[in-house]
Every structure is written in C-alpha cells, then in structure tokens.
C-alpha cells in the first residue's frame, strides 16, 4: 500500500501498488511517500520536478 501527502500533510493518493506508482498527475513539489507491507513501514520524501 502506497499513501502520499502533500508538506500540509493532506493525503493526496491511498491506494495498493504491484510495480509503480504514476504520479504524472501530482504538480510539481515536495510529498512525502509512506509504504507499507502491512507489516514494516517506510516513510520517505519524494520532490516531483
């Protein structure tokens, strides 16, 4: 499961990934990327150009 929220912490995607994520429609900016397995827990910033 992938969640990403803009820096006001709003979420912006919720959804279960395979392979990729398409954020073409995100505007261009800093999120930050939580992933998870259901069992470990990643949280990363990403920066969209």
């Not at 990403?4 to 995607?13: A, C, R, W």
């Not at 398409?22 to 990403?46: A, C, E, F, M, P």
């Amino acid at each position: 499961k992938v969640i990403i929220y803009n820096v006001l912490g709003k979420e912006i995607l919720n959804k279960s990934i395979t392979n990729s994520i398409d954020i073409s429609h995100l505007d261009n900016g800093v999120y930050i990327l939580q992933l998870s397995d259901g069992v470990k827990l990643s949280t990363r910033k990403i920066i969209k150009n």
